[in-house]
């Protein structure tokens, strides 16, 4: 059995089966392991008010909303510590790769995220649309003041255009500036500061707690969790990942919507 006090879990793809749930068998091997003191940690590229959905969780609700990171590793806390950490996007990126991005395509829609303060869009959305990202319509200021101030994470999305040309072309021009990941079967265009992501916000996360990265655990499925899988003691790719997130990880469970995670901390790290 591996010496694992932490454990870090991607939410969608991931932790979250297929109709958005996390199953009955994850929920009671993710118990077995807090009741062992094994620490639990969101690692995601939601906002912290999603990390996750109490209709999601369900009874681990509290315990996943204790600590972790999100907005990608833009922002990490862990409550009993009282610790929080914010990792930005300074202000004059955040200016010119909005413009850059708003070039790509007219339909593109482009969120630049500020922590639990706002989030602003470039393209009106509904009422539906609007909670799905968690943020009331009232905490949506102007796109074109938001787009000249610091953020966490710009996200771009299409609904059905591939992104990977303009990915490649802005990932060059803002080398050193921004970290920029493709993700959502290529739909989707996420940013954030250069060196951020949820590796760095992990080894910060387990640093408060004087545990090391060999002693902690990870499950992920796409691009930004790849660094992460690859810095731990102990990474897992879900039967769904990417091929990036396959090769950073040590082992391969099965598919989110097979209790990819129940089985991973099971049958393949022994933890339950």
């Known amino acids: 059995m591996p010496d694992v006090r932490a454990i870090f879990l991607d939410l969608d793809g991931t932790l979250l089966n297929a109709e958005g749930r996390i199953s009955e068998p994850t929920r009671r091997a993710l118990e077995a392991c807090h009741r062992r003191g094994i620490l639990l940690y969101v690692a995601t590229a939601r ?155 992990a080894a910060d996360l387990l640093a408060a707690r004087g545990i090391a990265m060999d002693e902690a655990a990870a499950f992920g499925d796409d691009a930004p969790d790849a660094a992460l899988l690859a810095a731990v003691g102990h990474g897992v790719a879900m039967g769904n990942a990417t091929p990036a997130a396959r090769q950073a990880a040590r082992y391969v469970t099965r598919r989110h919507d097979e209790d990819g995670v129940a089985y991973g901390l099971e049958h393949i790290l022994g933890l339950v």
């Open 47 to 201: 906002s912290r008010r999603l990390a996750p959905r109490a209709d999601e969780a369900g009874t681990l609700t509290a315990i996943l909303s204790e600590r972790g990171l999100c907005h990608n590793g833009a922002m990490a806390w862990d409550a009993p510590l009282g610790y929080e950490r914010h990792y930005v996007l300074a202000a004059d990126t955040v200016a010119a790769l909005t413009r850059d991005l708003a070039e790509v395509d007219a339909d593109l829609q482009i969120a630049v995220q500020r922590g639990e303060e706002y989030n602003a869009y470039r393209l009106p959305m509904s009422a539906a649309e609007h909670e799905t990202w968690g943020f009331a319509p009232h905490e949506a200021p102007a796109f074109a003041w938001a787009a000249g101030r610091a953020c966490s994470k710009i996200v771009a999305l299409h609904p059905s255009r591939d992104l990977g040309e303009a990915f490649a072309t802005l990932s060059h021009r803002y080398a050193g500036r921004a970290a920029l990941y493709l993700t959502d079967s290529r739909r989707c265009l996420q940013a954030m500061a250069c060196g951020v992501g949820k590796e760095r916000a």
